[in-house]
């Protein structure tokens, strides 16, 4: 199972110098786990660059992954990530629910570069 980043779905999106390595989890459809909290993110970011058009097309392919909405038992388990690794709120849900699957994480993020269960790729520019 795999969780992508916000930054590794930002990074595939705009064909990045990391987007290759990104796009062996994310096309695989089958074995792909979205946090909820990433299409907030993702969505956000896209509509603050780009249009809102873009960033639709840009979650319907997110969402052909498994979406997992964040509940009180993951919520719970994201604090105590949060405060035992010392992560930023989104940060922690991404990594609660990567462990809650035990996922593997791909991300750019430099927050997750130490953890267990992290495929990390130091961010690049084109």
Same mark, same amino acid.
């Given at each position: 199972?795999? #969780?992508?980043?916000?930054?590794?779905?930002?990074?595939?999106?705009?064909?990045?110098?990391?987007?290759?390595?990104? @796009?062996?989890?994310?096309?695989?459809? %089958? %074995?792909?786990? #979205?946090?909820?909290?990433?299409?907030?993110?993702?969505?956000? =970011?896209?509509? &603050?660059? &780009?249009?809102?058009?873009?960033?639709?097309?840009?979650?319907?392919?997110?969402?052909?992954?498994? #979406?997992?909405?964040?509940? @009180?038992?993951?919520?719970?388990?994201?604090?105590?990530?949060?405060?035992?690794?010392?992560?930023?709120?989104?940060?922690?849900?991404? =990594?609660?629910?990567? &462990?809650?699957?035990?996922?593997?994480?791909?991300?750019?993020?430099?927050?997750?570069?130490?953890?267990?269960? #992290?495929? =990390?790729?130091?961010?690049?520019?084109?």
């Amino acid at each position: 199972m795999n #969780v992508v980043d916000s930054s590794a779905w930002l990074s595939y999106f705009s064909g990045d110098a990391n987007a290759t390595a990104f @796009s062996i989890p994310i096309e695989n459809i %089958e %074995e792909l786990i #979205v946090p909820s909290i990433t299409i907030t993110e993702v969505f956000k =970011y896209i509509l &603050r660059q &780009r249009d809102e058009d873009m960033a639709l097309q840009a979650i319907a392919h997110m969402e052909q992954g498994n #979406v997992i909405s964040l509940d @009180s038992s993951l919520a719970i388990n994201a604090a105590k990530y949060g405060i035992n690794h010392k992560l930023p709120l989104a940060d922690s849900i991404i =990594y609660a629910t990567g &462990r809650k699957f035990n996922a593997l994480i791909w991300t750019q993020d430099i927050d997750f570069k130490a953890l267990v269960g #992290v495929k =990390y790729y130091a961010k690049t520019t084109i």
